[in-house]
């Protein structure tokens, strides 16, 4: 099934916000059950680990303002390079930065889904 860069703009944008306000319902539908995801820490990140952070309020987005870069459809995937100016807070600790994101979205029969990506700080 086909994909096109208007669908996935507009997937990109509902995880901004899913992200923001910690929208575990939309998050759990958008997030693949085996996604891997690397941190700017190099710290692997399963779909799982990520629910927990947004269920304990662990993550704090008072900022989120995208630049895309790049977005590449391949029949039903579509790789997404985005950069967020972002400013929040993370276990209370501040974040604040550029950073460069990479995610792979599939669709499948019940919606598209990110199934990897990476993020690392630009300076």
């Not at 860069?5 to 507009?10: A, S, V």
């Not at 390079?81 to 792979?104: A, C, E, H, S």
């Amino acid at each position: 099934m086909m994909i096109s860069k208007t669908e996935i703009l507009g997937m990109e944008e509902r995880l901004i916000e899913g992200i923001k306000g910690s929208d575990i319902k939309f998050l759990e539908k958008s997030l693949h059950k085996d996604l891997l995801f690397l941190a700017p820490n190099g710290q692997i990140i399963t779909k799982e680990m990520d629910l927990a952070s947004h269920r304990a309020g662990e993550m704090e987005v008072e900022q989120l303002i995208p630049t895309f870069e790049q977005v590449r459809i391949i029949g039903d995937t579509a790789l997404v390079v985005v950069v967020y100016d972002t400013k929040g807070t993370m276990l209370g600790n501040p974040i604040q930065g550029k950073f460069r994101y990479f995610r792979v979205w599939k669709q499948f029969p019940d919606g598209l889904k990110v199934m990897g990506g990476s993020c690392i700080k630009l300076d």
